[in-house]
Every structure is written in C-alpha cells, then in structure tokens.
C-alpha cells in the first residue's frame, strides 16, 4: 500500500478514517445547519447533495493520525480529535472569510457569499460546538481544555491579523506571534491531540507549532511568487491587497534603499506595473530570502522537538514526507 | 444577610463570587479582545474603564450557584462552570444581535454597532473559547461535553428563529421546539452544571429547561403588553417587527373570526393604530391566555423534577423565590 513516496496511501488511507467521521457529525446538526456546514466542508453542494468527497486536503486531520500511528498508537483512535480539528479549523475559516470580505474560497463561493452573514455566523458557531462535542465525548478533559485556548489563540491571531491591515508598518516579532496564533497553534493542537502520552504532547505540539508556521511562511511566498496557474490566484495577490505577509514585513523592516521605496508605493493604490515593481522591490530588500530562510529554520526546529523520541520508522517516513511537502509546495 | 423575601442576598452573594471570576476570565484574553468582551459583559466601557459592575442580572450562573447550593455543595465550588454559562450566554447574544440587526441591548450600542461586524463575530468566539475553557479546566469531561451540545442547540435554535421570520405562519410545537433550544437549553444546562451528582443532573437540567420555556414565555408576553416605562421598550414592539412570538403564534393557530383578521394585519406594514388593534386581537384569539396558562405549566413542570429530593431547605427557598420572580415579572 505504501507507494515510493509514502506519501498518497498514508494520506488516502486517513481521508477513509477522516470523510465518514465528518459526514457523521455534521448529519447530527439537523436543518439547515447540516448543508451550510456540509457545504463549507465541501461534503455536499449548496443544494445538500453529497459531493462524494471532501472540500479541503485534510491536511491538519491528517497530522493527527499520523501523530497518533508515529507514537505506535492506532490511529483509528484519535478521529474524534481529528475531526475537531477539522471543525475547528472550518469554523474559523466561515468566520474569517466574513471578517476579510472574501468571496471565494475553493473555487466556491464561501459561505457567506452563498447562505448570507446570519448563516455564515450561525455555522462557525455549530461548526465549534460539534467540535468540541467530538473531542469531549472520546478524550480526556485537559486535551479539551487544550482545545478550548487553541480556539482562544484563533480569535487573538486574527485580531491581530485585522490590526495589522489598518498599519503602515508592523514588526517582525509581531507578525510573527500573529503567524504562531493564525496558523500555529492550531497545527500545534492537531498534533498534540494524536498523542496520548502526557510527557510527549508538548514535543508534539512544539513540532506542530514550528511546522504551522513554516507552511504559513510558505503560503505567504505563494501568496507573492506562486504561478498563477497553479494557485489558482493572479500574481502578486497578496501585495495588490496590500497585505502585511511575512516577505512584506521583513522587507520594510530592512534598513536599505528598495525597503524605503516599497514603504512609498504601498502607501498608494497599486496599478499591475506597481504590483510587479512592488514584488522586485521586496525581493531586492530581502524579504524572500529572509522568510524561504525562517521557514526552512522553522522546518528544522520542528523536528529538534521530536528528535530523540523512539517513533514508529513508517509513521516517521510519512510523517517527514507530509512535513516536506506542506513547507515546500507550489499551491 | 437573608432579607424577608430572601432573593436580594442570595443573588447578591452570587454576584460577589461571579463578577471577580468574569474580569478574570476575560482578562486572559488580552489586547482588544478584554475590551470588547468586557463591554459585552458591562465589565468595563467602550474605552476598556472598568465599570464597577457587570451588565445582565446574571441570571443564569445565579441558577448554578443555587442548585449547587440546594444539593447541598459549596457554589464556590461551580464557580467555573457558572462563569462557563454565563460567557456563552454573552457568546450567543453577541452573534445574535448581528444576524438581527439589533443596535441597542442594555441601554447601550451593541457590540457589533460600537466595535463593528468583524469584532463583534470575533468577541463572540473568543467568549464561546473562554467558556470552554472555565468548565474544562474545573469540571468532568462529561458536563464539557454537555456544554458543547447546548451550543449545538443554541445554534439550532437561532436558525429556527431566523427561519420563522420568513414564514406567514409558524405551528406551536414548532415554535415550542424553538423556546427550548434558544432558552431552554441554557437554562437547562446552568442548573445542570451547578450539581455534581450524575443521579440528580439530568433533574436539575429538566428543571432549569422548563423554567427557561416559562422564562422566555414571559418575555415574549412583555413584549407585547410589557409597560414602556418598565421594560424600556415601546408599547406592542414585537408586534411592530412582526414577530412570531408565542402570543402570536397561539392565537394565529386559532379557528377564530379574530385569528383570520391578524393574519391578514400581519401580512402587511403595522401603523400604530395597527399595533394596538393586533395586540387586541392576539388577547381575543386566546394568544395571551394561552401563553399565560403554557409558562404556569412550565414552571410547575419544573418543580415536579425536583418535587422528591431532599434539598437545602434555605437554597431551596432562594431558588423557589428566584424561578418564580423570572417568570412573574414586568421587565
């Protein structure tokens, strides 16, 4: 079953876990509730048909199981948390795609722009309490705790990140915890919650943690440099919206003549020249190199914190590879 | 400390355990968070200045202290998890005034009128968050797992809410199934969460859920006939929006020459003239007498779950008080 890359089968054989256990717990809703959030899962269409599969790569459910399979554990045994993962992750996607006006997610409409705002919210918060449901009704009351302050950190990352949009400038440790809060800790929570062994849960969440935000730092590299035609995005997204991405921030933060002339253009609307100038210019101040160096030195932390353990060697393989190819992807 | 009437000292010694633990809860938060989920809860101002004093009356983590009180535990003990009621409680009213469109609760801006949407969508997750957090931190898995269905049904019950408002028409039992998930639960689950004995849990929720049925009943009865000077709203108010409240409901259901001649009012805009002849016609097809004899078999229902237990004769006396004053009031 494993193929030469270990990869597909592990993750295949995780979505068999994984898709059934989502369609179990978002059926319990009942309603209505049932298509919104059936549909924000990419379960079924807007109209409730079942799409037969599944909208997202899973990818954070995913780490679960293969946490859990790492530690010699069955993996089977950690879907409920999984699953909240999952949820949990989902709901602050409907809500954050409210928040930042986004229209299109998945090559969908999100949410809101299809069901309206009152649904959008209302699906978020069924979205959160199924998820706590899952992880209450099979784990240990600490390990729902820990998902309660992942959940915590959530709202402050992206408060943070809505901040952000309203400065000229923000600083690297800055945009770096609002990174750790959006992004890592829920990473973090998906592999502590795959172990059961107390004294390995924190290693397991620092890895996840460092590995949340080496994808992140990923995504922002894509978020500039991605090839339209895989990302589905045009290039350059994230400087025509003005965002504060880690490139961006980095490059502002240098002390260098291209940094002073990026400072004057993204204060102004950006026209396509202005947006391909802009894309030069951080490259020339350093913010590509210094954030491809933050994620391959976050890739490198997150292992340090799993180093010495004693781990299942085809877990383990899967595990690298997954890492691997979350950090250094072109999509 | 225990006046004639013995409510007073009762919900005032409550008060004095439940403020401290709120302003530390939302505390934890941090940054812009502590101060638009402390203006939700009347902690402080829009400014962040602490207000001395909290908003609501507190009600329902008032109902937690004195079950545990009345089964003869220490409500210092349920401390958390009266916290963890009243933060989602706050959670879902935050998230409901969005999807209502309500500008004004407690004589103040609500929070997404003073902060704006994505604040107000973010204060509600984090408050969900923190509730989760206060019970999981104090309590068996078990009452965490419960707390995460009552928000599962708080959810199922706004969408039933949002749903009536489009329809002509809403039958009683539907619209009773709405009562108890949008009030019921909660109730339910505040009084549930105050007892600590397995045997005796699922009476106290029995109890607190049809005592939140007779509360709501109450309401909506003040929002038709409620004295403006009292309840601070205007004379028929629910009926000015159209509401599907219970009155309207019941009397709509009946095969009366008045019940055909408020459908066809409510089908259109209500002049003032309007209102006050809908309230007359809700009274004359039975909706007042109806909902008036509903919530006094709520509230009987209630202490029949209780009827047997051999409870702390001063709690129980403080609790009698209380349920009976939430249902017989004028505001």
């Known amino acids: 079953m494993t193929t030469a890359v270990g990869l597909p089968s592990a993750v295949l054989s995780a979505h068999t876990l994984l898709v059934p256990a989502l369609h179990r717990w978002t059926a319990r809703l009942g309603g209505h509730l049932s298509t919104t959030c059936g549909y924000q899962l990419g379960l079924c269409t807007a109209d409730g048909a079942p799409t037969g599969t599944v909208g997202g790569k899973l990818i954070r459910p995913v780490f679960t ?52 705002v009152p649904a959008a919210i209302l699906a978020g918060d069924a979205l959160i309490a199924l998820a706590f449901e899952a992880l209450a009704t099979s784990a240990p009351v600490a390990d729902v705790a820990h998902l309660a302050t992942t959940l915590r950190l959530l709202a402050r990352g992206q408060e943070d990140d809505l901040r952000f949009e309203r400065l000229a400038r923000v600083g690297v440790a800055e945009s770096t915890d609002m990174i750790v809060g959006k992004t890592g800790v829920l990473l973090g929570a998906a592999c502590r919650l795959g172990v059961t062994r107390p004294d390995w849960q924190p290693r397991f969440e620092a890895f996840g943690t460092h590995l949340g935000v080496a994808f992140q730092l990923a995504d922002d590299l894509l978020g500039i440099w991605g090839d339209p035609a895989v990302t589905g995005k045009p290039a350059g997204a994230d400087l025509r919206a003005h965002k504060q991405s880690a490139p ?5 933060a240098a002390d260098v003549p291209a940094a002073r002339e990026l400072a004057r253009l993204y204060a102004t609307p950006l026209s396509e020249a202005d947006v391909a100038r802009a894309s030069a210019l951080v490259e020339e101040a350093g913010g590509r190199a210094a954030t491809e160096a933050e994620a391959a030195r976050r890739l490198d932390l997150a292992w340090s914190h799993l180093e010495d353990l004693d781990l299942d060697p085809t877990a383990h393989t899967h595990l690298r590879t997954l890492a691997t190819s979350v950090v250094d992807r072109d999509h």
């Not at 993962?85 to 409409?109: Q, T």
């Not at 961006?248 to 502002?252: G, I, K, N, Y």
């Open 65 to 116: 199981l293969l946490c859990a399979a790492a530690t010699g554990a069955d993996p089977a045994g950690v879907v409920p948390a999984a699953v909240a993962v999952e949820l949990l992750h989902n709901a602050s996607l409907v809500h954050d795609d409210i928040m930042d006006g986004d229209r299109e997610r998945r090559h969908r409409p999100t949410l809101w722009a299809r069901f309206g």
């Open 248 to 252: 961006v921030v980095a490059a502002l």
